[in-house]
């Protein structure tokens, strides 16, 4: 009997309409997950679409070939990380590509994953269980200014600095190996003070961040994901905190401009003036409907930006 891996995606009409999915277009799902969101593209078009799917977790590429039977001949899925979707798929094939971004409910619940601090567990927090690198490694190895700001710039995690230097001395007396005991440090040293979170809540978005490298992967699959698409097609992208978001704003507000400029700031002076590479299908970010965040409270922090390939 093989273990269910059940994920409930989010704003799946909404997904479906921003990509326009119809009868005979090519689709990628660059974040397969349990397969759910494939089926529905699959399903919706029927009879001569074509998925492409990937994903980094083993897991989750069997329970997604599982989910996807049905439409056998109609979808091909590789293991691997969204960012080397270029190296399978050609430039100007498909019609669009959707990133729902994040874990899985079921990485999430299965203990020994280790990426909830709701089960006490060996700090893992890999998608990808062929990689080296742990969540132990990050917090027993790297040094306490790249804690803090792991803990700033992806966990928006206020006492960064205070919370990396406890984990540092913590450390020098016995390693911290488990999610009980990182999420009880991280307690000490910014209590909940009432709060309904718990204070751990952001640091085990950082550290997972950082043993993915979710931000480096997601810089690449933005621009692999454009090379794909053919001119109107659609690359939809669901984020679920504000680290991803703003990388995925700036990103699409970089590739709508009509003009590049040299170095990380814009002086209007120095700017080349090229063709935009997207163009915006709505310019303010979609939420799920409040039913959707009552029934799935998944869904409450999601956050749905589309665009065109010109
Ligand atoms: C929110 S879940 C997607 C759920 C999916 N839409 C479904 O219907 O079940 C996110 C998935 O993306 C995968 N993932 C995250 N970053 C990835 C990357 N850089 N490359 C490939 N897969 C990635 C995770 O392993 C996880 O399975």
């Known amino acids: 009997m093989v273990a269910e891996y059940a994920h409930r995606p989010v704003m799946v009409a909404e997904i479906l309409a921003a990509l326009r999915v119809r009868p005979g277009g090519r689709w990628v799902d660059g974040t397969l997950g349990s397969g759910s969101l494939a089926a529905c593209i699959l399903d919706a078009s029927r009879p001569t679409g074509w998925l ?108 960064a600095r205070r919370i990396a230097r406890a984990i540092v001395r913590e450390r020098q007396t016995r390693r911290i190996e488990t999610t009980g005991q990182l999420a009880a440090l991280v307690e000490r040293w ?31 699959g933005l621009a692999a994901a454009c090379t794909l698409l053919k001119p109107g097609g659609r690359l939809v992208v669901v984020t679920f ?25 814009d002086v209007p002076e120095l700017r080349q003036p090229r063709a935009p590479v997207l163009q915006w299908v709505q310019r303010r970010a979609l939420a799920p409907d409040p039913r959707e965040i009552a029934d799935n409270p998944r869904a409450r922090s999601a956050q749905l930006r589309a665009w065109e390939k010109v």
């Open 241 to 265: 905190h504000s680290a991803e978001d703003r990388l995925v704003k700036a990103f699409g507000r970089d590739q709508t401009r009509d003009y590049t400029h040299p170095g990380t700031v």
């Open 190 to 220: 910014a209590p909940r003070h009432g709060r309904k979170r718990h204070p751990a809540t952001k640091v085990f978005l950082a550290v997972r961040m950082a043993v993915n490298s979710e931000i480096r992967s997601l810089q690449r």
């Open 52 to 159: 492409f799917g990937c994903d980094r977790d083993g897991a989750a590429i069997e329970a997604a070939t599982r989910r996807l039977a049905p439409f056998a001949g109609r979808f091909e899925i590789r293991r691997g990380d969204f960012a080397d979707l270029g190296d399978w798929i050609g430039p100007a094939s498909c019609d669009g590509v959707v990133l729902d971004l994040g874990v899985s409910s079921p990485q999430l619940d299965v203990p020994e994953r280790g990426f909830s601090f709701q089960h006490d567990a060996p700090l893992d927090m890999r998608m990808d269980d062929r990689q080296l690198l742990t969540a132990a490694d990050v917090v027993n190895g790297w040094d306490e200014a790249a804690l803090a700001r792991v803990f700033g710039e992806y966990g928006d995690e206020p006492r």
